[in-house]
Every structure is written in structure tokens, then in C-alpha cells.
């Protein structure tokens, strides 16, 4: 069972929105920080946005304005509001986190580049032009 879920992926037209959400199975398990990145087919990894525990939120420039990440039930949901969704935001969306056994455990910083140590199995976001 995967530490962490992620599902609200569909195909949309451009100018449509998308909500993802994420589970953090937490069974024990705390974190930091959690984000979200996301990767096209022939193209790197790139970081979408994240949130930490002290509601500290970092974009990409590529979604300022147009995403919005939240968190809920201490650091157990995560989710990405998309909107004015173009093709170029098309890709595999993945959730990650930096879980710990317990909070003084923690790295009190989100990972750069979206670098987290555990992520889902992604879903897929596709939108139209």
C-alpha cells in the first residue's frame, strides 16, 4: 500500500480546472512539508508547489495565479486547485512528502526542486487545446 495517494485527474479543454487530491496513509507517519511536481513524457521532473506547517506556500512561476495548494487534517490531505488548466500543464501529477516517525524527526524545510522522499503513484492530468 502506497504511503501516499493521489487522485482528481482527468481530461479537461484549456481554460478548464482540475482539483487533485492526496492521502498521506499516516499509520504514525508525520511531515514537514508536502508538494506536489509533476512530469511530462520526454521531460524532467518539475516542482508544481508546496505547503508546510507553517502555511508557507512556494509556487512555480508557471502556475502563479492559476493553482492554489491547501492542506488539511495536520498534514494527512493535500490538494491543488487548477485553474485556466493549457496544454502545457499536461503531465503526471505526483504528491509528495518527507515522512517521519515522529515530529521532532522533522526537516523543518520543503526540499528543493520537489525532492521529497516519498511520493505517490501520480495522476494524470491532460488538457486540450
Known amino acids: 500500500q502506497s504511503l501516499l495517494l493521489e487522485s482528481g485527474g482527468g481530461s479537461v479543454q484549456a481554460g478548464g480546472s482540475l482539483r487533485l487530491s492526496c492521502v498521506l496513509n499516516?499509520?504514525?507517519?508525520?511531515?514537514?512539508?508536502m508538494g506536489w511536481f509533476r512530469q511530462a513524457p520526454g521531460k524532467e521532473r518539475e516542482a508544481v508547489a508546496s505547503?508546510?506547517?507553517?502555511?508557507?506556500?512556494t509556487y512555480a512561476e508557471s502556475v502563479k495565479g492559476r493553482f492554489i495548494i491547501s492542506e488539511e487534517n495536520d498534514m494527512n490531505a493535500l490538494y491543488l486547485e487548477m485553474n485556466n488548466l493549457q496544454p502545457e500543464d499536461s503531465a503526471t501529477y505526483y504528491c509528495g512528502a518527507d515522512p517521519v516517525n515522529m515530529p521532532e524527526a522533522w526537516v523543518r524545510r520543503c526540499p528543493a526542486n520537489g525532492r521529497f522522499n516519498a511520493w505517490g503513484k501520480g495522476t494524470r492530468v491532460a488538457v486540450s487545446s
Open positions: 505547503i508546510d506547517r507553517t502555511g508557507k506556500v
Open positions: 499516516s499509520d504514525g507517519y508525520t511531515t514537514w512539508c
